[in-house]
């Protein structure tokens, strides 16, 4: 009876200490990570949608326009949503690792390739040369690819 009431206390304090933790991230951080998902989940619907004009083999370039702009538009914001303090130490509920921040150069290097990537993606679309949107494309999904691999957390 005792030793489980013993547990029963500890349990408790391990669960006030993890609301802690959510609690006590900095208004700061809460607003980035909510930022850079909300961001990166249009990215990714945008993203989604351009690939799936170019497997249609005849991409309707008007609904691909909008969408390489909006791309190019919220990638160049990203940086700014990542602020130290922002990681997995913060107890908030993000995918972002650590290295982001240990290893920063390189994550600030992906990011600012994927600023080009879009750049490119939103001229070809621009230009309306099917070809050169469907390189564009594999470019920046390789940099998407790349930069999960290394600095976001699996599901
Ligand atoms: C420089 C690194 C980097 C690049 C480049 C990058 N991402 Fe991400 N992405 C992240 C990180 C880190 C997260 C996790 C964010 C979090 O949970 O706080 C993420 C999360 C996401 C999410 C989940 C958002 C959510 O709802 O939580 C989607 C979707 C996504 N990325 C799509 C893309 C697409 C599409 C591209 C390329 C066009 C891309 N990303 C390029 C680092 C990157």
Not at 4 to 22: N, P, Q, R
């Amino acid at each position: 009876m005792h030793l489980y009431h013993k547990a029963a206390a500890i349990l408790s304090l391990a669960f006030l200490a993890g609301s802690y933790a959510a609690w006590a991230a900095s208004p700061v951080a809460t607003a980035a990570v909510n930022a850079r998902k909300a961001n990166y989940k249009e990215i990714g619907g945008a993203f989604k949608t351009i690939n799936d004009e170019l497997k249609s083999g005849a991409p309707d370039m008007n609904s691909v326009r909008p969408l390489a702009r909006d791309i190019a538009t919220r990638s160049a914001l990203q940086l700014k949503y990542f602020p130290k303090g922002s990681g997995p130490e913060s107890g908030l509920k993000t995918r972002a690792k650590a290295a982001i921040w240990s290893d920063n150069a390189a994550f600030v290097k992906l990011q600012n390739d994927m600023v080009s990537a879009s750049k490119a993606l939103n001229a070809a679309a621009e230009s309306g040369n099917g070809s050169a949107l469907a390189s564009a494309r594999t470019t920046l999904g390789g940099l998407c690819k790349s930069c999960h691999d290394r600095f976001r957390e699996a599901d």
